[in-house]
């Protein structure tokens, strides 16, 4: 009975760690809304048969599949906003640079392919660069050396 309890109280006093683990905020939040958005995007492209885009507004720190919300129960987020205290450093489609633009499209077509993408996001000390791969039309995230 003795190891039961100690076994509680030692649950008890990790589950706030554990819980702040997996809640995402910040960057981590940032990070995966950004490749949902895409993932949402690209199965719903691969799944419709048609040509399916995410459109970024950079000053309004928004992005989200074009045409609506989720269809067929997908899990994917498919509309955002960037936290507050995360920016964005950078958006280039297909080499060109829309960071400065009202809004972009990127565009993921019905063969799993997409445009070409990479974008920048920081915090004060955190720099991460998102890199979508034209040919697979995934996303894969890595860090930014400064």
């Known amino acids: 009975m003795v190891v039961v309890a100690i076994m509680g109280l030692?649950?008890?006093m990790g589950?706030?760690?554990?819980?702040?683990?997996?809640?995402?905020?910040?960057?981590r939040k940032a990070l995966s809304d950004v490749t949902d958005v895409c993932a949402a995007a690209r199965a719903k492209a691969i799944f419709s048969h048609q040509p399916v885009a995410v459109v970024f507004h950079p000053g309004e720190r928004t992005f989200a599949v074009e045409g609506g919300g989720p269809g067929g129960g997908s899990t994917y987020v498919h509309q955002s906003k960037l936290p507050d205290g995360i920016e964005l450093a950078?958006?280039?489609i297909n080499l060109q640079d829309f960071g400065a633009s009202e809004w972009a499209r990127v565009r993921f077509f019905p063969n799993g392919t997409s445009d070409e993408m990479t974008?920048?996001?920081?915090?004060?000390?955190?720099?991460?660069?998102?890199?979508?791969?034209?040919?697979t039309g995934l996303a894969s995230v890595s860090d930014v050396g400064r």
């Open 10 to 12: 030692i649950a008890a």
């Open 15 to 27: 589950l706030p760690s554990i819980m702040k683990a997996l809640q995402k905020d910040g960057m």
């Open 90 to 92: 950078m958006l280039d």
């Open 119 to 135: 974008i920048v996001l920081h915090d004060r000390a955190d720099w991460r660069k998102i890199t979508l791969e034209f040919s």
